[in-house]
């Protein structure tokens, strides 16, 4: 441990900070939904980091039995979609502008937006019992983060697939296709984080910070209009159609929905 610890439990999420290690702990038992509340703490702390040079690397994590089950379905009602895609997606915006290197550690589930929150970091491990996965077509939407940057991972195929069958895969899968770097044995996701800040610890966080930022010029520019896309039709025409409203509603009342095609 070294000297600077300091550690801190807002509502949804743990943080501690270790110089040159900030660990953000998404704590929101018992599947670590993201909500707006979350998401406010999340941007928060995000921005706390971000000004601090003695901070190189950021480690994203779940308490408990998962890293995520996704957004609240609760914030995908038409009175509360806006707050709910403008508050997540700044949270995305700042894990991919972020000059330190971001550490997914993923476990259990990892669904639609908690698939997002990791897809998103420079860095991925999981394990192989790991739950992978888009579901968010079963509700009558889509994933306007996975829609704009996951082909780029995993290529247009596999992104087409999981994204439009929301299928879940295991942690295995998901390393082999590119949605994470590698998966490990249920024991040994703590180690492997370890030994990857360990190597972080020994280079340069100024040319850390320059070299993440070059190596994602080309998609950066991409992903901002792509997902300012994605957000429009999600609004301009996801949000108009009665299957979306269906679909949402059919998850909060426990039934299956029925789709009209509308």
């Known amino acids: 441990m070294g000297s600077g610890l300091a550690e801190s439990t807002l509502a949804r999420i743990a943080i501690r900070v270790d110089p040159p290690v900030s660990r953000i702990t998404l704590h929101n038992p018992p599947l670590n939904v993201i909500d707006i509340p979350m998401m406010e703490e999340l941007a928060r702390t995000l921005a706390d980091i971000e000004p601090r040079p003695e901070i190189s690397t950021v480690v994203l994590a779940g308490e408990g039995k998962s890293f995520s089950a996704g957004v609240d379905v ?4 038409p009175d509360k979609i806006g707050e709910m895609l403008s508050k997540f997606h700044s949270v995305i915006r ?4 972020s000059k330190k290197v971001t550490i997914a550690a993923v476990h259990g589930n990892c669904l639609g937006g908690g698939a997002e929150l990791a897809m998103v970091c420079d860095i991925a491990y999981t394990t192989e019992s790991a739950q992978w996965g888009f579901p968010e077509i079963k509700l009558g939407c889509y994933p306007p983060v996975a829609c704009t940057a996951l082909a780029a991972l995993v ?16 942690g295995r899968e ?8 590698r998966a490990v044995g249920d024991g040994e996701l703590a180690a492997v984080v370890e030994q990857c800040i360990a190597s972080l610890e020994k280079l340069s966080p100024a040319a850390l910070a320059v070299a993440k930022k070059a190596s994602y010029t080309w998609d950066s520019m991409h992903f901002d209009k792509g997902l300012a896309r994605a957000e429009r039709a999600y609004f301009d025409e996801l949000m108009k159609t009665e299957d979306a409203h269906e679909g949402v509603r059919a998850f909060m009342e426990k039934r299956e929905p029925k789709w009209s095609g509308r």
């Open 155 to 170: 290529g247009q195929k596999r992104a087409a697939e999981l994204i439009l069958t929301g299928r879940t895969i295991g």
């Open 74 to 77: 609760a914030a995908h009602t």
């Open 94 to 97: 700042a894990l991919v502008a």
């Open 174 to 181: 998901a390393a082999e296709i590119g949605l994470a770097n």
